[in-house]
């Protein structure tokens, strides 16, 4: 085998109370790599579909620089073609650097004959976060290649938790069309926190935890609260107060910024109410004459796949 076609999936990181640690797969938007094994070695970005202003330089591109980590790891010097098709946009706040290096990692472990497990191959796609924020943070590409819901219990050493949750737990995801560069939202964010918030936080991530766990939807709603990081990110966001009113008064059981924004996640129990927060989500930008998409999705249990 030589060559093959990975889809990953985009992905809502820190979910409210889980900043840097919690985050979950989406059926679809996603990004797909076409990988190719070369006899030559060295690592080439070929094409970036549909975001043409991305890097394909193998050092600067993510794909490149994730895949680059994985194979030193390994001591190989394997050359590799990589052409990527953005599904995800750009400063989406959906995992758009994420998904590309998930896909792009998942595809060459394969054509490699599988040294790696999922949940190693985390710590290589990370690589390709530093490049594109400054900080290998794992809440989005771990969710990406695992699927799920995933936590990150520790960073040193890498310790990723994959949850379970209950099946009728819906997420919408609205996309107002503007950019926010994740590195430029961890900028705007303090050194250090307040210990009664940190209390508050770290008992809605337990709450969270524990609610997907016994399926249980009320306290999953109680705990989708971030009392350290989305009120300094959501001035970033036109109308966020706005879109959260009406994700509630539509049934969400909770709603807040989808990693670094500008995104707005809501999650419903079930896919009538998921639509019904679609609609309202929707009201609001176009009132503001915002354009949008809007994804609903069920949790994406499958994480990287390999498609052709
Ligand atoms: N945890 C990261 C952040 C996710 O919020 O900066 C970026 O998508």
């Not at 970005?45 to 600067?60: F, G, Q, R, S, V």
């Not at 989005?140 to 890498?158: D, H, K, M, Q, W």
Request: hydrophobic share 40%; glycine share 10%.
């Amino acid at each position: 085998m030589n060559q093959l076609k990975v889809f990953a999936p985009a992905t809502v990181a820190n979910v409210a109370c889980g900043f840097d640690v919690l985050g979950l797969a989406l059926d679809y938007p996603g990004d797909e790599a076409l990988v190719t094994k070369t006899n030559k070695n060295d690592i080439v970005i070929t094409a970036c579909h549909n975001a043409e202003n991305l890097p394909l330089a193998a050092d600067k591109n993510v794909a490149g620089v994730a895949v680059k980590a994985l194979l030193d790891k390994l001591g190989s010097d394997q050359g590799f073609e990589i052409e990527l098709t953005k599904g995800v946009k750009p400063g989406s706040g959906i995992g758009s650097s994420a998904a590309s290096s998930a896909a792009a990692v998942v595809a060459v472990n394969e054509l490699l004959g599988t040294p790696f497990t999922k949940k190693e191959l985390v710590k290589f796609a990370m690589e390709g976060e530093r490049c594109a924020t400054g900080v290998a943070h794992a809440d989005n590409v771990a969710p990406s290649i695992c699927g799920g819901f995933t936590l990150v219990r520790s960073y040193e050493p890498l310790d990723i938790i994959k949850i379970d949750s209950p099946k009728e737990l819906w997420a919408t995801v609205i996309h107002p069309q503007l950019e926010v560069k994740t590195r430029d939202a961890r900028r705007v964010l303090k050194g250090g926190i307040d210990l009664s918030k940190a209390i508050t936080q770290w008992g809605n991530v337990g709450g969270l935890v524990a609610g997907l766990y016994s399926e249980d939807y009320d306290l999953i709603g109680r705990s989708l609260v971030d009392v350290v990081i989305e009120p300094i990110r959501s001035i970033l966001i036109p109308g966020y107060e706005k879109v959260k009113r009406a994700t509630i008064e539509a049934g969400a059981l909770g709603c807040s910024i989808s990693g670094s924004g500008p995104s707005i996640f809501g999650l419903s129990k079930g896919e009538e109410t998921a639509n019904k927060v679609k609609a309202a989500m929707g009201d609001v930008y176009t009132q503001y004459g915002v354009d949008f998409e809007i994804h609903v999705s069920q949790v994406n249990s499958e994480g990287a796949k390999v498609i052709g």
